[in-house]
């Protein structure tokens, strides 16, 4: 059973640039959420999609954003790159959203704001 | 809101020694309480998780961890470490309550080292 895929894994950027990064779930699962890991913050969640709908906004600027498609695999976007926007970026899925299910993590997508 | 502490950023142990991971969480419900460990380049597994029942939850690689009402932890153990347990340790809280979904707050982790 293949486990989540995150694209790209390492991807280097410029300021003011965007970016896309993309998650495929685990087969089944319809739950999608997105962290950020950063050495000073920690991880933080983005959001969280089910069946295509946001479920649950982190507390993040606009500049962030996601969606999710018909076959549950999800995409974010980061707007107007900062240099502190550099991070970890991990996915998790998961079969529901009733949070008593477990997450599944991705290895992540390394991203530098250069 | 709720938020997650815990309090040891390095622990360094013998392999074959016992260890104990420290968590301390604030929330205004009985939680939902994770512990996820990360090795390096990796994602997250989850160890084991507490929802309700039975105190002393078990996990796999051999963690357990105790939930502790009166104190508010939720602190991993096991018996006797291994070198392959080297990793970075989370605790988290979930937000079911607050109608949070699959939304966790996380600790900022503790890096635990074995010495062979």
């Known amino acids: 059973k293949a486990g989540v895929t995150q694209t790209p894994r390492y991807l280097i950027k410029t300021r003011g640039q965007q970016v896309t990064l993309s998650c495929s779930p685990i087969?089944?699962?319809?739950?999608v959420s997105w962290y950020q890991q950063t050495p000073g913050q920690g991880l933080q969640f983005l959001f969280e999609?089910?069946?295509?709908?946001?479920?649950n906004k982190g507390n993040f600027p606009g500049r962030f954003s996601g969606r999710q498609f018909s076959n549950s695999r999800s995409e974010m976007n980061v707007s107007t790159l900062e240099l502190g926007d550099s991070a970890l970026y991990l996915c998790?899925?998961?079969?529901?959203?009733?949070?008593?299910?477990?997450?599944?993590f991705g290895e992540g997508s390394r991203l530098t704001v250069l | 809101a709720q938020s997650v502490t815990q309090p040891d950023i390095h622990i360094t142990v013998s392999e074959g020694a016992s260890l104990e991971l420290r968590c301390n969480y604030s929330?205004?419900?009985?939680?939902?309480l994770f512990w996820y460990v990360q090795s390096p380049g990796q994602g997250l597994q989850l160890l084991l998780k507490?929802?309700?029942?039975?105190?002393l939850v078990q996990g796999i690689k051999g963690f357990e961890a105790e939930f502790k009402r009166s104190q508010s932890s939720f602190n991993l153990r096991k018996p006797s470490v291994h070198w392959s347990d080297a990793a970075e340790y989370f605790c988290?809280?979930?937000?079911?309550?607050?109608?949070?979904?699959?939304?966790?707050?996380f600790g900022t982790g503790t890096q635990l080292k074995v010495e062979l």
């Open positions: 929330y205004g419900a009985t939680p939902y």
């Open positions: 087969s089944g699962h319809r739950s």
């Open positions: 507490y929802f309700s029942g039975d105190t």
């Open positions: 999609y089910f069946s295509e709908t946001q479920r």
């Open positions: 988290a809280v979930g937000d079911l309550f607050t109608g949070g979904g699959n939304k966790l707050t």
């Open positions: 998790a899925s998961s079969k529901g959203a009733d949070g008593t299910g477990e997450l599944f």
